[in-house]
């Protein structure tokens, strides 16, 4: 499942971002994608986000590259019916955010229940 996370990220895009979406590797692909999408549409200044998966900071995904796999998803196999359309938010699943009350880095929880902990600054606080 990891693989299929792996397959998302720009390898071009290296660091830290100040946003990560936080999820385990048995997370609904099509629901991180679309809080990654609701992430970059919510703010134009955010260029990239963090994927951090079952505690590994896997790396970057851009909005070039999610652009990109998004147009995958709406092509749908053959056989998975009626195409498919990404999830709204919905009861089905709780994003959960935190932020870290020093340096503002804030983690978007999908399919996880930890306190996340900001490199350096410990524990975030959760906002939301
Ligand atoms: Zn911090």
């Known amino acids: 499942m990891t693989y299929g996370f792996r397959s998302w990220l720009d390898s071009s895009a290296e660091g830290t971002a100040p946003l990560r ?47 990109e796999l998004l147009s995958k998803f709406e092509r749908s196999d053959p056989g998975a019916g009626d195409g498919a359309t990404l999830p709204g938010r919905s009861s089905q699943y709780t994003v959960l955010t935190y932020r870290c009350g020093t340096c503002g880095v804030t983690a978007k929880l999908l399919f996880v229940d930890e306190v996340p902990e900001c490199v350096g600054h410990g524990p975030m606080d959760r906002v939301s």
């Open 21 to 67: 979406i936080v999820t385990s590797a048995t997370g609904d692909l099509e629901v991180v994608a679309a809080e990654l999408k609701r992430s970059f549409d919510a703010d134009p200044a955010v260029q990239r986000i963090e994927l951090v998966v079952d505690g590994n900071r896997l790396g970057m995904v851009t909005r070039t590259r999610l652009r």
